[in-house]
């Protein structure tokens, strides 16, 4: 089967994710997975990115929001939202 914009293979999951981002997180989300440049809009009023894609593995694409924490305006995907929590949760411990 076709592997996902971050070049996963489906392992039976399947997890919808957009994203709103800046015009830099935009360009480097492009220029890092050539494959998600199809599924890359530009928002010409805000100079703005929308990313919408269903995808087979979220760690590329946390990695990607965690890296670019600054660029993002908005996540959506509840099970994208779900790992973001948790590996922020990783990072800063347990009180």
Not at 39 to 50: G, M, Q, S, V
Not at 51 to 56: G, I, L
């Amino acid at each position: 089967s076709q592997p996902d914009v971050f070049g996963f293979s489906n392992n039976g999951a399947v997890y919808p994710v957009h994203l709103t981002m800046s015009l830099r997180a935009g360009l480097l989300l492009r220029d890092e997975y050539p494959m998600a440049a199809s599924f890359l809009k530009p928002d010409k009023d805000t100079n703005r990115y929308r990313f919408k894609a269903d995808v087979y593995d979220l760690r590329p694409v946390t990695r990607f929001i965690l890296g670019m924490l600054p660029e993002m305006e908005e996540i959506g995907g509840n099970e994208l939202r779900d790992e973001l929590r948790k590996a922020v949760g990783r990072l800063i411990g347990k009180e």
